[in-house]
Nanobody, 123 residues
Framework: QVQLVESGGGLVQAGGSLTLSCAAS????????MGWFRQVPGKEREFVAG????????YYSHSVAGRFTISRDSAKNTITLQMDSLKPEDTAVYYC????????????????WGQGTQVTVSS
Protein backbone atom coordinates (compact mmCIF):
# COMPACT_ATOMS: atom_id res chain seq x y z
CA GLN A 1 0.00 0.00 0.00
CA VAL A 2 1.42 3.34 -1.07
CA GLN A 3 1.82 6.01 1.56
CA LEU A 4 2.79 9.63 1.01
CA VAL A 5 3.93 11.61 4.05
CA GLU A 6 4.41 15.36 3.78
CA SER A 7 6.38 17.60 6.10
CA GLY A 8 7.70 21.15 6.26
CA GLY A 9 4.66 23.41 6.25
CA GLY A 10 4.33 26.40 8.56
CA LEU A 11 3.97 30.15 8.90
CA VAL A 12 6.26 32.56 7.06
CA GLN A 13 6.24 36.24 6.17
CA ALA A 14 5.77 37.40 2.60
CA GLY A 15 9.04 37.21 0.71
CA GLY A 16 10.27 34.35 2.84
CA SER A 17 10.97 30.71 2.03
CA LEU A 18 9.74 27.28 3.06
CA THR A 19 10.67 23.77 2.02
CA LEU A 20 8.14 20.94 1.77
CA SER A 21 9.08 17.28 1.55
CA CYS A 22 7.10 14.20 0.58
CA ALA A 23 8.32 10.69 1.28
CA ALA A 24 6.74 7.78 -0.59
CA SER A 25 6.67 4.21 0.65
CA UNK A 26 5.19 0.99 -0.67
CA UNK A 27 5.84 1.87 -4.31
CA UNK A 28 5.75 -1.00 -6.80
CA UNK A 29 5.81 0.96 -10.04
CA UNK A 30 8.93 2.10 -11.84
CA UNK A 31 7.24 4.83 -13.88
CA UNK A 32 5.24 7.59 -12.25
CA UNK A 33 5.06 11.29 -11.68
CA MET A 34 4.96 12.93 -8.26
CA GLY A 35 4.18 16.46 -7.39
CA TRP A 36 2.36 19.07 -5.37
CA PHE A 37 -1.12 20.48 -5.41
CA ARG A 38 -2.72 23.07 -3.14
CA GLN A 39 -6.18 23.94 -1.96
CA VAL A 40 -7.82 26.82 -0.15
CA PRO A 41 -11.28 26.61 1.42
CA GLY A 42 -14.06 26.95 -1.13
CA LYS A 43 -11.82 26.36 -4.13
CA GLU A 44 -10.77 23.34 -6.14
CA ARG A 45 -7.42 21.72 -5.57
CA GLU A 46 -4.93 23.09 -8.09
CA PHE A 47 -1.69 21.81 -9.55
CA VAL A 48 1.54 23.46 -8.36
CA ALA A 49 4.56 21.45 -9.54
CA GLY A 50 5.46 17.97 -10.75
CA UNK A 51 8.44 15.79 -11.56
CA UNK A 52 8.62 12.68 -13.70
CA UNK A 53 10.53 9.81 -12.19
CA UNK A 54 12.02 8.20 -15.27
CA UNK A 55 13.48 11.31 -16.85
CA UNK A 56 13.22 13.84 -14.09
CA UNK A 57 11.14 16.23 -16.18
CA UNK A 58 10.00 19.18 -14.05
CA TYR A 59 6.93 21.32 -14.71
CA TYR A 60 5.18 24.13 -12.87
CA SER A 61 2.01 26.14 -12.80
CA HIS A 62 2.32 29.68 -14.13
CA SER A 63 1.64 31.12 -10.69
CA VAL A 64 4.74 29.56 -9.10
CA ALA A 65 7.19 29.22 -12.02
CA GLY A 66 10.42 31.01 -11.21
CA ARG A 67 9.72 31.01 -7.46
CA PHE A 68 9.26 27.32 -6.61
CA THR A 69 11.66 24.47 -7.38
CA ILE A 70 10.80 20.79 -7.29
CA SER A 71 13.48 18.15 -6.89
CA ARG A 72 13.77 14.47 -6.10
CA ASP A 73 15.94 12.01 -4.21
CA SER A 74 15.49 8.76 -6.10
CA ALA A 75 17.26 6.66 -3.49
CA LYS A 76 14.83 7.81 -0.80
CA ASN A 77 11.68 8.07 -2.97
CA THR A 78 11.35 11.63 -1.76
CA ILE A 79 10.47 14.87 -3.48
CA THR A 80 11.07 18.37 -2.20
CA LEU A 81 9.42 21.68 -3.02
CA GLN A 82 11.58 24.70 -2.33
CA MET A 83 9.30 27.74 -2.14
CA ASP A 84 10.94 31.15 -2.38
CA SER A 85 9.56 34.68 -2.61
CA LEU A 86 6.35 33.50 -1.00
CA LYS A 87 3.21 35.59 -1.37
CA PRO A 88 0.06 35.71 0.76
CA GLU A 89 -1.81 34.11 -2.14
CA ASP A 90 0.40 31.02 -1.74
CA THR A 91 -1.42 30.32 1.52
CA ALA A 92 -3.09 26.92 1.23
CA VAL A 93 -2.98 23.30 2.29
CA TYR A 94 -0.34 21.64 0.12
CA TYR A 95 -0.83 18.02 -0.91
CA CYS A 96 1.64 15.57 -2.35
CA UNK A 97 0.30 13.32 -5.09
CA UNK A 98 1.47 10.45 -7.31
CA UNK A 99 0.14 9.16 -10.63
CA UNK A 100 1.38 5.85 -12.01
CA UNK A 101 2.49 5.16 -15.55
CA UNK A 102 2.78 8.85 -16.36
CA UNK A 103 5.67 11.23 -16.88
CA UNK A 104 3.38 14.19 -16.23
CA UNK A 105 0.03 14.35 -14.44
CA UNK A 106 -2.88 13.39 -16.64
CA UNK A 107 -6.43 14.81 -16.50
CA UNK A 108 -7.55 12.33 -13.87
CA UNK A 109 -4.87 13.54 -11.47
CA UNK A 110 -3.07 11.61 -8.75
CA UNK A 111 -3.86 8.02 -7.84
CA UNK A 112 -2.80 8.60 -4.25
CA TRP A 113 -2.58 11.65 -1.99
CA GLY A 114 -0.75 12.61 1.16
CA GLN A 115 -2.56 14.04 4.18
CA GLY A 116 -1.64 17.66 3.39
CA THR A 117 0.43 20.29 5.16
CA GLN A 118 -0.61 23.87 5.88
CA VAL A 119 1.40 26.76 4.46
CA THR A 120 0.48 30.24 5.68
CA VAL A 121 2.11 33.38 4.29
CA SER A 122 1.48 36.57 6.23
CA SER A 123 1.55 39.99 4.61
Amino acid sequence: QVQLVESGGGLVQAGGSLTLSCAASGLSFSSYTMGWFRQVPGKEREFVAGIGWSGGRKYYSHSVAGRFTISRDSAKNTITLQMDSLKPEDTAVYYCGIQYGKEVFGPSGPDNWGQGTQVTVSS
